[in-house]
């Protein structure tokens, strides 16, 4: 199974085929994972995946399951398992 791979960046349209789109507000995107992608962090299969391009975000509920984070120079990833 395929793992993110942050060694030039992370773009979305790399993994198109493995992820689903649930939200997308242009600067922040929800995906799920459908295919057993793998985490950047830990290598494990996570289960959805938040992308943010701004340099700041907060969360209104707290994640119910363990979660890693990854970042790029342009991008934070927040992968919960
Ligand atoms: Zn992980």
Partial sequence: MTRIDLTDGFSIHDYRALLKLHNDTGETRTLENRKGLRCPACN???DRLFVTERETHSF???PDRPFC???TTEKLLVLTH
Avoid: D, I, K
């Fill in 60 to 62: 209104e509920s707290p």
């Fill in 69 to 71: 984070l990854a970042s």
């Fill in 44 to 46: 494990q299969p996570f």
